[in-house]
């Protein structure tokens, strides 16, 4: 017969060595504790962190422990979805062997690749924005399409303008030499 007591005690202390910053004893009876997981900082120094709560069965670990995500942040709602998701498998492919340590593990796996998605999507807007600053300063440079009817039009705008300016140039220059006639 299995003495859950003696393994579960077991495994209590490697863990508080091995998380000697992280590891909290909740509870004695039933036993219960938590542990904070934090991922590798990113390129920004971006974490995601969680720490989950593990409580002991009877059974344990001939049945998975009671977890629970007791906090965590820089997490999407999807991203907790998913560890769980991930714990659950982990618990059920290690019934009969003490796992705490083995699903701390896969979690601290799967906040790493969440921390490289996140600088992933970083640098995907990067590169959109970018795209985007691309093509609007092609825009500014583009202009309208060049047809003679285009041409005709503009031609025809320009000589009036022209048109316009010489005439006040000679206004100018005749109400000059009037001036200088009349000594003013």
């Not at 409580?55 to 979805?81: C, G, H, M, R, W």
């Amino acid at each position: 017969m299995t003495d859950y007591s003696e393994e579960q005690q077991n495994e209590l202390e490697g863990l508080e060595s091995i998380y000697p910053n992280s590891f909290t004893v909740l509870s004695e009876n039933p036993p219960s504790v938590t542990i904070t997981v934090t991922s590798e900082a990113g390129e920004n120094d971006e974490t995601v962190q969680t720490t989950f709560k593990f409580t002991y069965s009877e059974k344990y670990p001939d049945e998975a422990p009671l977890y629970e995500i007791f906090s965590q942040e820089n997490l999407e709602d999807n991203d907790v979805i998913d560890i769980l998701k991930l714990l659950a498998l982990q618990a059920e492919e290690n019934l009969g062997v003490v796992m705490i340590f083995t699903l701390v593990t896969a979690v601290q796996e799967k906040l790493n690749e969440i921390v490289d998605q996140i600088k992933m999507r970083g640098e995907k807007g990067k590169k959109l924005k970018e795209k985007e600053a691309e093509e609007a300063e092609k825009q500014l440079f583009h202009g309208n399409p060049v047809t003679i009817e285009n041409f005709l039009c503009w031609k025809a705008k320009f000589d009036a303008e022209l048109l316009e300016i010489k005439k006040k140039q000679i206004k100018e220059e005749e109400q000059e030499g009037k001036n200088k006639l009349s000594g003013k």
